[in-house]
């Protein structure tokens, strides 16, 4: 008897450490260990921004370093454009787009999953406004198509302030917190429905 109570004490730790492991990340090197690998970034001709990585100063949320992008001309928003690419998404699967950012000074930029290629089918959208300090943020939805081309993106032209991105995860399920103590800002998307950007040359 002493040793069944055991293995159910046994067992119900191991299964309660199960639980509390984060869901796994869909994207690749989402705190940027790696530095940038893993990850694309564009500049419209009538824009100009400096992707770079940056270490202790920037005070990153997980690991050691944190994206920094100094933007010195910021055109229109989808001028300036940071994202991972290709990876596939399922329909009817429920999935949660997560990420933490700052600014220079207070701005908005937009956090966005789409189709890579035309003609851009956005599957969630939403401005989100930065400041001065780390925030997270996450858009939870839920995918109306099958694609095998998917991005995960930020873009955050139209205003001529830096912008800090960190921890970026995109998982299945509803938003699981994995930092303690985060206040994280929960974003609806803008449509539940696949909405076309093409009009909009998004890229």
């Not at 500049?43 to 940056?54: N, Y």
């Not at 220079?104 to 890579?116: A, K, N, T």
């Not at 939870?140 to 198509?145: E, G, L, R, W």
Request: a negative charge; proline letters at 4%.
């Amino acid at each position: 008897m002493k040793f069944l109570f055991t293995l159910v004490m046994l067992f119900g730790f191991l299964t309660l450490i199960y639980a509390e492991k984060p869901p796994e990340n869909i994207l690749n090197n989402g705190d940027f260990d790696l530095n940038l690998q893993g990850w694309h970034h564009w500049t419209h001709a009538d824009a100009a921004a400096l992707f770079q990585i940056e270490g202790r100063k920037a005070e990153p949320i997980a690991g050691k370093n944190a994206v920094y992008i100094k933007i010195s001309k910021a055109g229109e928003l989808w001028h300036i454009q940071f994202y991972q690419q290709p990876f596939t998404l399922e329909k009817d699967i429920t999935y949660t787009y997560n990420l933490w950012a700052k600014s220079e000074e207070p701005r908005s930029v937009v956090m966005r999953i789409l189709h890579q290629g035309a003609p851009w089918n956005e599957y969630a959208r939403k401005s989100i406004n930065l400041s001065e300090e780390w925030k997270e943020f996450f858009i939870t939805f839920k995918m109306t198509a099958d694609d095998v081309n998917t991005r995960a993106g930020i873009i955050m032209g139209a205003e001529k302030v830096d912008v800090w991105l960190d921890h970026i995860r995109l998982y299945e399920g509803e938003y699981v917190s994995d930092i303690e103590g985060a206040e994280p800002h929960a974003v609806e998307p803008s449509n539940k429905l696949t909405t076309t950007w093409a009009t909009l040359k998004s890229f």
